[in-house]
Structures are given as structure tokens and as C-alpha cells.
């Protein structure tokens, strides 16, 4: 019988299979045809899967890059296998309450979806089904710049406090433009991403692009404009601007209410900074390892970010979050939410609104069983004696299968 590691070779080998498996985050052996109903899907792995089959070469060859080799994107995966889980046994767990309340706004679960722009290319609702499926489900959601619904769409589909993503633009009057239209549409909190000044590679996006034979240019075709930038003249104007410096957060105060969110941070000395300058929330981010190669895993920065803060704002983490237990750790050492990206787009690609609610279901099911097993019935509870660095990652793998 095939051993699972030959099995896996032969995948990433084969003419036939390749070019998806070898870019899947997490192979998974089930395949996605075979999953109709968002139901059947028994993780988050499985409705990449189902993603994969329903969403074009181009589109998710954009959803699952990372840079360069990619190897940012992985370390965000095998970061969280350096923490272990320390259960405590024999309390009370009959109530599981996973509630979380960050900068004034509730949310019935601490995982958040993360900013992930143009959801156009991966389901015909786009960001209005994710902003559905977070207001059905009670979680928090951050709607990109690079938006492809209007704002004030999403807003209404949210149904609750929405929080918005900023690209700055090298034009500071697109900035406070973008800034009153956000907090005119009933944003609370404005999160300015600061990782991406310098551009990026992203090759196994054009890698992928290459399996496309459909015309980009038919979609594609210059000028395109995402919906905040209407009205404003995008020609020569950068998404990113390059000169940022720490002062950005006192020049945003100056025009928003809103509470500022610096996403982005990987090191200590900048999240002292960012409390420095008056942020209100720091997420510690590597662009899901979309923006410097050759990082660590965003759970490798957390507990220096969390040093640094020191309870003064809340730290929110995001990068490589597929299970229960991932959410569990970055609690036990100190996040206050935690935020995917692509798996819940996983979903959306795959069965529009149904699909990411199922993704949020799936999660929320599997960090209660393990807030039950461990003896930590609500979000308060998940300290740091709940985990332990063990110093190394730990080769990971389904002993089921290898045993098969
Ligand atoms: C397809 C895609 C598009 C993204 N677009 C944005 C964006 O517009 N703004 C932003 O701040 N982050 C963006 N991100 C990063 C996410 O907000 C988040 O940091 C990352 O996806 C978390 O990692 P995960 O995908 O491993 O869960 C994007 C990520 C993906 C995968």
C-alpha cells in the first residue's frame, strides 16, 4: 500500500496533479469534487480543496501566494508547531462562552476576517457574502482597501460595527478622503497596513497565472478602479506610500474618530512605537507572508509584541490560522482576536456565503472543544499557562493516514 509520504511525492511529482497540490497550503488528500455540500467539508483544508476546483488558475494562484519561494507563508504554518498545549483538568467547562470585546466592539468568537481584497475574483457576492456570513455568525470583519463592493454595501451587510483597511495612497488627500468616507459608512476602526512600501514578488501567483488560458485582458483592462478610490484620480498614484514614517498615526487622529489599527508589526521595538504614537491596537501581521520573505511565523513575534505592549492596547494576530488549537495558542500567549484570510475566501470560492459561514463553524467548533479540553471555559481565561514554547517546530502529520 502507498505510504503516505510516497503518496505526497508522488502528487507534488505528478504532470497531472501538480500544479494545484504542489501550492496547497495544507495537503489534504480528499478531493474537492467530491464535497457538494458545505456540510460535508470537515476542515479548512478540505474546502481549499473545493476552492480549488471552482475558482480559476489566475484567481487562486493570487489566493494562495506568498513571496519569492514562499517561505514566510510557510513559517507562518510551522511557527505553530513550536507551542504546545498544557491542559488543566477537572474544571468546570459545561459553559463555553467565546465572546470577545475588542476596541468597544463584541463579537460572539475572537476569529476575525482579515482584510483579503478584490473577493470579486473568487465568488459573485464577493465581500457582500463574507459581510453576511460574519453578521450571521457575530465576528468581527475588516473590509480591504482593495475592496471590490462599495463601502457602504458591505456596511449594510454587516449589520455592526464594520472596521476598514487602509492603503494610505502616496497622496495624503486621497488618505483623508478614504478616512471620512470609511467613517461616514459607520466604520469604528481604521487599520492602516504597513508591511507592503517596497512592492512584492509573488511567484507562485504567475506561476499559476501561467495554467490560465482564459483572456486577463478582458478583466483586466486599465484603468480599473476599486470602489474607494471613486472620484479620485488614481492615474500615477501609488496604493503605498514609501515616506511613511511613525507620525502617520498622529496625522490620521487628526482627521478620523475612528480607532486606529496598525497592521503589520512583527517586532517589539515597533509595537512600543506604535503605542508611542497613540495607536489604539496593533495586529501583528506578515501579510499572511505576502510581504518580506525568509519572516518568522507571526506566532513567533507575538510574544515580543506582547512584552512590549505590556496590557497598554490589544494585540491581535493574524498569519497561518487553520485550527482551534492555532487560535488557543495565540490567546494563551497573549492576542486578544485572532484573524484568518485565505480560509475563509476557501469558503467563499467555494460556496459563497454558506462556505464561509461553515469555515467560521468549523473553527469555532474546534477552539471550543479545545477551550473544553483544557479546562478554559471563556477567552478571559486562556493565559499563558496554557502553552509552552517548545524552543523547535515539531514535524506535524495525520498518524491516521501514515497507518492506513
Ligand atoms: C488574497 C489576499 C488578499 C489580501 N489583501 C489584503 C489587503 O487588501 N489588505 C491587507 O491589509 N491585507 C491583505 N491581505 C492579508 C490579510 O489581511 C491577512 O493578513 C492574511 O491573509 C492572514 O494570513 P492567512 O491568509 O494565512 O490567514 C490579503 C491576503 C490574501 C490572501
Redesign the pocket.
Known amino acids: 500500500m502507498f505510504e503516505r509520504r510516497e503518496f505526497l511525492k508522488f502528487l507534488a511529482a505528478s504532470p497531472l496533479l501538480t500544479n494545484y497540490s504542489a501550492f496547497a497550503q495544507e495537503v489534504e488528500e480528499t478531493t474537492g469534487e467530491r464535497l457538494t455540500d458545505p456540510s460535508e467539508v470537515i476542515n479548512v483544508f478540505e474546502m481549499e480543496a473545493v476552492a480549488r476546483t471552482k475558482v480559476p488558475p489566475a484567481h487562486f494562484g493570487?489566493?494562495v501566494t506568498g513571496v519569492d519561494s514562499d517561505g514566510t507563508l510557510r513559517a507562518?504554518r510551522e511557527g505553530y508547531t513550536r507551542f504546545q498545549i498544557r491542559p488543566h483538568r477537572l474544571v468546570d467547562v459545561s459553559r463555553n462562552d467565546m465572546s470577545v470585546n475588542v476596541l468597544g466592539s463584541e463579537a460572539q468568537s475572537p476569529f476575525f476576517l482579515?482584510?483579503?481584497?478584490g473577493q470579486g475574483a473568487f465568488h459573485p457576492d464577493a465581500e457582500l457574502a463574507s459581510a453576511r456570513a460574519a453578521a450571521v455568525k457575530g465576528h468581527h470583519m475588516i473590509l480591504?482597501?482593495?475592496s471590490s463592493t462599495a463601502i457602504e454595501a458591505v456596511a449594510e451587510a454587516r449589520d455592526s460595527p464594520l472596521w476598514f483597511?487602509l492603503y494610505s495612497t502616496n497622496r495624503w488627500e486621497y488618505t483623508e478622503a478614504m478616512l471620512r468616507r470609511a467613517e461616514a459608512a459607520g466604520c469604528t476602526a481604521v487599520a492602516l497596513?504597513i508591511d507592503l512600501p517596497g512592492g512584492r514578488n509573488t511567484e507562485t501567483d504567475r506561476l499559476l497565472a501561467r495554467e490560465d488560458d482564459r483572456d486577463c485582458a478582458v478583466c483586466h483592462t486599465p484603468p480599473r478602479v476599486k470602489p474607494i478610490f471613486e472620484g479620485l484620480n488614481m492615474r500615477g498614484v501609488g496604493i503605498t506610500d514609501p515616506s511613511l514614517t511613525w507620525d502617520v498615526i498622529g496625522r490620521m487622529k487628526e482627521v478620523t474618530n475612528m480607532r486606529v489599527i496598525i497592521?503589520g508589526v512583527e517586532v517589539g521595538t515597533d509595537a512600543a512605537l506604535a503605542v508611542q504614537h497613540g495607536a489604539d491596537g496593533i495586529i501583528v501581521?506578515n501579510?499572511?507572508g505576502?510581504a518580506t520573505e525568509t519572516g518568522r511565523g507571526t506566532i513567533e513575534c507575538l510574544p515580543e509584541v506582547v512584552a512590549a505592549v505590556n496590557g497598554r492596547i490589544p494585540v491581535i494576530i493574524?498569519?497561518?490560522?487553520r485550527r482551534g488549537t492555532d487560535a488557543f495558542k495565540a490567546l494563551a500567549l497573549g492576542a486578544s482576536a485572532v484573524?484568518?484570510?485565505?480560509?475563509y475566501?476557501w469558503g467563499l470560492g467555494a460556496f459563497g456565503q454558506a462556505g464561509v459561514e461553515r469555515v467560521l463553524d468549523l473553527l469555532n467548533r474546534e477552539l471550543a472543544i479545545t477551550m473544553r479540553g483544557s479546562g478554559t471555559p471563556t477567552i478571559a481565561d486562556i493565559g499563558s499557562s496554557y502553552v509552552l514554547d517548545a524552543g523547535h517546530r515539531v514535524p506535524r502529520g495525520r498518524l491516521g493516514r501514515d497507518i492506513l
Open positions: 493570487y489566493l507562518n482579515c482584510p483579503v481584497g480591504s482597501t482593495m483597511q497596513t497592521k501581521s501579510h499572511g505576502r493574524d498569519g497561518g490560522i484573524g484568518i484570510g485565505r480560509p475566501v
